[in-house]
């Protein structure tokens, strides 16, 4: 028996990077996987995303774990279309236990300025959002909710130096750290349902988000065009440990954890996988 066996997941930001790895990670441990992505670029956002056939090789990988995926092209912007996907998802599979909130985009110093600030608040919070809206009907008892922070939401916040220099990346943190707040909020009321509600934050993870020009600037501002070898000794700055970033497996790691009964009791939690990188940035507290 896998840790999740005969349980199915709903998953956004499925076609790739950290989605993807959670999809067949979860598939691996016995789970059915609805897998929705979006599939298309955005203007604001300067690296491509993912595309149709991301998500084709998603469900393929799945099927190879031996477990079902029911895929859907949908916008987490979209209620209704985000709605519809899901409940074709329940039909062909039966219910639903576990949600992964995962999709997520990166508009650093995306143009123009304040549509970058639009999207990421309406990918990464809204989004997160709609997709646990659109499930909480089908959950019950011992079902478990699971989104994407980031360390980005639990860095001290300080002085402004160049407030409105790059709306985009304002909002990734605003939004991943209002997500945090939304996922406890929700916790406390769910727990009295007996279903769990967490958040996990991981530091810089090894995907196309992470290696890509943009985040690469964000790290070597002193550069015009700086590469991945450019950049990359200066991603340790983000963690304790000595590494410059997870992989993806990590984060789906505990997702899975979260997913399973292992984790029947924990919830309201920000599971931070990071490195250390959050003692960086704070003293202890309880």
Known sequence: MGRVEGKVAFITGAARGQGRSHAVRLAEEGADIIAVDLCRDFETVGYALAAPDDLKETASLVEKAGR??????????????LRAALERGVSELGHLDVVVAQAGIAPLKGKPPL??????????????????QAALPHLTEGASVIATGSTAALMVQGMVQTPGADPGGAGYAFAKRTLAAYMHELAR????????????????????MLQSEPMYRSFRPDLDHPTRADAEPAFHVQQAMPIPFVEPKDISDMVLFLASEESRYVTGMQMRVDGGGYLKWHDFHL
């Not at 934050?201 to 196309?208: A, F, G, L």
Request: glycine share 4%; aromatic share 2%; with cysteine.
């Open 68 to 81: 079902r995926a029911v895929t859907a092209v949908a916008d987490v912007r979209d209620p209704e279309a």
């Open 115 to 132: 549509q970058a600030w639009s999207d990421v608040i309406d990918i990464n919070l809204v989004g997160t959002i709609n997709a646990v």
């Open 189 to 208: 009321n769910l727990a009295p349902l007996g279903i769990r509600a967490n958040v996990v934050h991981p530091t810089n993870c090894n995907t196309p």
